[in-house]
């Protein structure tokens, strides 16, 4: 039953992929994607709802309105200590997405509506893989929507400030020791608020600075759904039908941005992101019934990390931008406590993108983002599961800006 | 690499193939030759469980593991397993037969209808059983997997075995021949060895009362350590390299771990008053005779009144050879619970010493683990084998338990997973533990990589 907690460790797995390490990132602009994911420090329009909402007051139309998708291929494999196979998952094709619309109210204020997805993973392991007591398959949602609201404090600062309401749900598998046709299904939803602020300074024509904090948002699933398939003498004493209860964590977020145009063509970016992970010790299931033979608490000790991030972006001419980045993401798992739902191993990526203008307010942005974890030998103490694993993901996206 | 991201950026039709390569573990056959291999021993290698041979056990006994895993690192050819052609299993006993035990449910005597070990088919004739025993497979063979249930080492030089012991009967390949005749017509390169339990073992089982511990010193063919010696010269004759296992701690085993020594429960003072008044006499008498022994009862859990013929009595006084059993002495798991229930064993009437192990018989026990142990130990260094120490094993799993890839194993009886429902013989998960357990030793002895098997893979006890 230990292994039940796993669930909840897949869900904060899940959005430390979004945000750190893992197959997932923050894939709120296409433009940024293309630049490393970097936008903490940069005029992003009405995307900066999401990357510093100091920035939106300051955009550059009156109104701005950006949509966007991206499809996340990530696969894993897994080879057992002392064991010579491989062992892969099959993940389906998870589509992020973002919608934006913002404006100006006056010189001074600018209001949006931000709806994103920066939690959406999924992982399914191979059927009868060698850790299917631990996990066989993960899926994770979750949507944001952030009213915004902006105030251009001078000509050079601009601060910002979001409301998240966040919905998510949750579902998994996992199999349990009673042979090979018995697992058990958990299924919740949770909803939460958190707070986006930022602000936004322009130190020169060509130096601007970004700082963004987005708060801690605490998922707690309760009512959710649980079901035992097993054996018919177990079922008497594990009820096939339960409801579940579980909090997640999802980090609070700090991040550092600066650009930098280097010519008239040449726009660079950098910035750190401080991912406070520290938060996630524990992960505690709480059970409606046969809770005092079902209930667990299992421990994460995850550590924070910082992501590193450069962008940069070429203007070719009015027609055509080209882009490109690259950030090292770290694992904020702990060694003994590493578990296959929540792969999330040290991560290089590097992206690419294009931004084609046909108008002066219609943006196309393409972008491709590619991660390659580094190898890695992780254990799950408690159940004494490791092994080395080896992540990759591929992922394009789509974005469309228009803006008057 | 670099560049093949950015080819695979350009063609994003081929990323879904980009599969993420790991190459972690090379197997390799070290300093062993693995292209024969052979197992000999009893019960535990023939892949006997839940009371009975049969042939899904068999498929899943850790030898057939052992091979499977040994074609990553040069074994040739089949592994020929003497399978007996049933589900059900014929196990034997008492001098009967009878089919394997699986879960179930059952109604005691009270009327109360619980989860527990019952026969896969009780209606089974001892004239079907015995066919199913009987039938010969010897013209499968030469078979590399020579485990016989009920084998001790002194038994596998025994010319003519098979009429003694059914389970060799049926696959030696001539009638006169002893088991490890059986050797020389495989002629294995690598063998494992896992015998010695049955010395033992069977002594205990039949609760100190039946059988007897094989002596550590003797000839070949009597003593422990030197038949030891043959049945290895014989594997030796033309393996160049083998695994012997040791022998666990017989009582930490659930077959006499399981049923508490306290289990008679009262919770009406009448009844206890009734037992002590009942017992006012055997506790006067045994005043007299100036011996210790008292029978007394209160409400709540009471140790069993068992039978003890060692206690001694002047003649004519046989029925004072009772007494309660001691915290430290084990019931084993054959011990009738309808009879403790409802024939009022173990409070009104002794239960027979049969269903104990007393003190004395567990020092007996465990001093001959301690001495076979040491001379398999000894015989391992003599003839550069790999040791594998399973007596470590099942002492981490009776005392902190043993965790792999999410199976928790412990020496509790079916929920321990490691242990079948007999609470002797391992179950297919118990044998996944056991054959990592001989992978470890002998990659480490001849600086091998046998890859080890998926314990998750397996089955636990099976329940309904």
Redesign the interface.
């Known amino acids: 039953m230990r292994k039940l907690f796993l669930f909840a460790m897949l869900l904060a797995m899940s959005h430390l992929s979004t945000q750190a390490g893992g197959y997932q990132v923050r894939l709120q602009s296409s433009r940024s994607t293309g630049m490393g994911l970097t936008g903490t420090g940069l005029q992003l329009g009405a995307s900066s709802m999401f990357f510093n909402p100091g920035a939106l007051s300051m955009m550059e139309t009156k109104t701005d309105f950006s949509i966007g998708a991206s499809g996340i291929i990530s696969k894993i494999s897994f080879q057992k200590t002392g064991q010579n196979l491989v062992s892969e998952t099959n993940n389906k094709l998870s589509t992020p997405f973002y919608v934006y619309g913002a404006g100006k109210i006056g010189e001074k204020w600018a209001v949006g509506l931000a709806i994103y997805t920066p939690y959406g993973s999924s992982a399914e392991w191979e059927s009868g893989w060698e850790g299917r007591l631990l996990i066989q398959n993960i899926a994770l949602q979750a949507i944001f929507f952030q009213p915004t609201v902006s105030y251009q404090l001078t000509d050079k600062l601009g601060i910002g400030a979001g409301l998240v309401y966040t919905s998510g749900s949750v579902k998994l598998e996992k199999g349990l020791n009673y042979g090979p046709d018995s697992y058990v299904e958990l299924d919740g939803s949770a909803s939460s608020l958190g707070f986006n602020l930022g602000a936004f300074y322009t130190a020169s024509e060509k130096l601007s600075i970004g700082v963004n904090y987005r708060s801690k948002i605490m998922m707690d699933v309760s009512g959710g759904d649980a079901k035992f398939h097993v054996p018919v003498s177990v079922g008497t004493t594990i009820p096939t039908e339960n409801k579940f209860s579980a909090s997640l964590p999802l980090p609070g977020n700090l991040d550092f941005g600066v650009s930098y145009q280097a010519t008239e063509k040449l726009l660079l970016a950098a910035e750190v992101n401080w991912v406070m992970w520290g938060v996630y010790e524990t992960l505690e299931f709480t059970f409606e019934e046969k809770g005092e033979l079902l209930n667990s608490k299992s421990p994460r000790e995850y550590k924070d990390t910082f992501i590193p991030r450069i962008g940069a972006e070429y203007t070719l001419n009015d027609m055509f931008t080209f882009r490109a980045g690259a950030y090292y993401d770290q694992s904020p798992t702990n060694e003994d406590y590493f578990t296959p739902e929540t792969v999330s191993l040290d991560n290089l990526a590097f992206t690419l993108g294009v931004g084609f203008h046909p108008t002066e307010r219609l943006s196309i942005d393409l972008s491709y983002l590619q991660i390659s974890g580094l190898e890695a030998k992780k254990n799950y103490q408690p159940d004494n599961f490791g092994g080395t694993y080896k992540n990759a993901a591929f992922i394009p996206s789509f974005g469309l800006s228009y803006r008057f | 690499?670099?560049y093949k991201?950015?080819i695979?950026?350009v063609l994003?039709g081929g990323?879904?193939s980009?599969?993420?390569?790991?190459?972690?573990?090379?197997?390799s056959k070290g300093n062993a030759d693995f292209t024969t291999y052979m197992t000999a021993g009893n019960s535990l290698t023939a892949g006997y469980a839940d009371n009975a041979l049969y042939k899904s056990a068999q498929e899943n006994s850790f030898s057939k593991m052992l091979a499977e895993q040994m074609e990553?690192v040069g074994r040739q050819g089949s592994f020929k397993i003497p399978y007996i052609n049933t589900e059900d299993g014929v196990g034997t006993g008492g001098g009967m037969l009878f089919t394997k035990l699986k879960?179930g449910?059952s109604t005691d005597c009270l009327g109360v209808t619980s989860?527990g070990p019952v026969r896969a088919n009780p209606n089974a004739t001892q004239q079907e059983l015995a066919v199913l025993l009987g039938t010969p497979v010897a013209d499968q063979g030469p078979f590399h997997n020579i485990g016989v249930p009920g084998a001790k080492v002194t038994h596998l030089l025994a010319p003519g075995y098979g009429s003694m012991n059914p389970y060799y009967g049926r696959f030696a390949s001539a009638a006169g021949n002893a088991v490890i005749d059986e050797i020389a017509l495989v002629k294995p390169t690598f063998f494992t060895l896992w015998i010695g339990n049955n010395d033992v073992l069977s002594y205990a089982l039949a609760g100190g009362a039946a059988d007897q511990i094989t002596p550590l010193e003797g000839a070949p063919g009597v003593g422990f350590a030197a038949s030891l010696e043959v049945v290895l010269m014989s594997f030796k004759a033309t393996a160049t390299a083998g695994a012997i296992a040791n022998i666990p701690n017989i009582t930490d085993i659930p077959y006499f771990t399981t049923v508490p020594f306290n289990i008679i429960a009262l919770s009406d003072q009448a009844m206890v008053d009734q037992l002590n008044a009942g017992y006012a006499e055997y506790n006067g008498a045994m005043q007299q005779l100036g011996l210790d022994y008292r029978i007394n009862f209160a409400l709540g859990a009471n140790p069993m009144v068992i039978h003890d013929p060692s206690i001694l009595v002047p003649p004519g006084y046989e029925k004072l050879q009772i007494r309660q059993i001691k915290a430290d002495e084990l019931v084993l798991l054959s011990l009738p619970l309808d009879s403790i229930k409802c024939a009022y064993w173990g409070s009104l009437k002794p239960v027979p010493g049969a269903y104990v192990l007393d003190e004395k018989e567990i020092t007996d026990i465990d001093n001959a683990v301690v001495g076979y142990n040491q001379a398999i130990k000894a015989a391992a260094e003599k003839y550069e084998l790999a040791h594998v120490d399973m007596n470590a094993v099942l002492k981490q799993g009776s005392s902190g338990g043993?965790?792999?890839?999410?199976?928790s194993f412990s020496n509790t009886f079916v929920t321990g997973?490691a242990f079948s429902t007999d609470g002797v013989h391992l179950t297919p998960?118990g044998n996944a533990l056991a054959a990592?357990t001989f992978?470890d030793a002998i990659n480490k002895k001849y600086n091998a990589s046998i890859?080890?098997v998926?314990?998750?893979?397996y089955?636990?006890v099976?329940?309904?």
């Open positions: 690499m670099k991201f950015l695979s950026a994003l990323l879904w980009c599969q993420p390569e790991i190459n972690e573990f090379e197997p990553f879960m449910f989860l043993i965790v792999m890839d999410g199976v997973n998960q990592n992978i890859p080890k998926n314990v998750a893979q089955n636990a099976v329940l309904p």
